[in-house]
Nanobody, 123 residues
């Protein structure tokens, strides 16, 4: 699976952004997909994941209630709707995929990664 994230940018605190991740190659619909983020000097952290069908999701506590992960398997695309953005959401966001189910948030579980997209939230 090849992944390419887009949609990042500069937004004021309280604003919204929608990230997209276009997938190609091996069947995207047979993979669990996720978003991670990373800031300088810190490890890449889990943000949200969605199962193959799109019916089950998992969120980090820090984004629960503000971010929504979704997917369109017909279009091989993963999304992350980010609302009520805070300065601490500033990071490079990466999309990822793995062929196992939800429940494992470790980045080492994900074998497919896209290049990141920068999200900057100004306070």
């Amino acid at each position: 699976v090849q992944l390419q994230a887009s949609g990042g940018g500069l937004v004021q605190a309280g604003g919204s952004l929608r990230l997209s991740c276009a997938a190609s190659g091996r069947s995207f619909r047979s993979h669990t997909a996720a978003w991670f983020r990373q800031t300088p000097g810190k490890e890449r952290e889990f943000v949200a994941a969605i199962d193959m069908s799109g019916r089950s999701t998992d969120y980090a506590d820090s984004v629960k209630g503000r971010f929504t992960i979704s997917r369109d398997n017909a279009k091989n695309t993963l999304f992350l709707q980010m609302n009520s953005l805070k300065s601490e959401d500033t990071a490079i966001y990466y999309c990822a995929a793995q062929s196992y189910g939800l429940g494992n948030r470790a980045r080492t579980s994900y074998g497919y990664w896209g290049k990141g997209t920068q999200v900057t939230v100004s306070s």
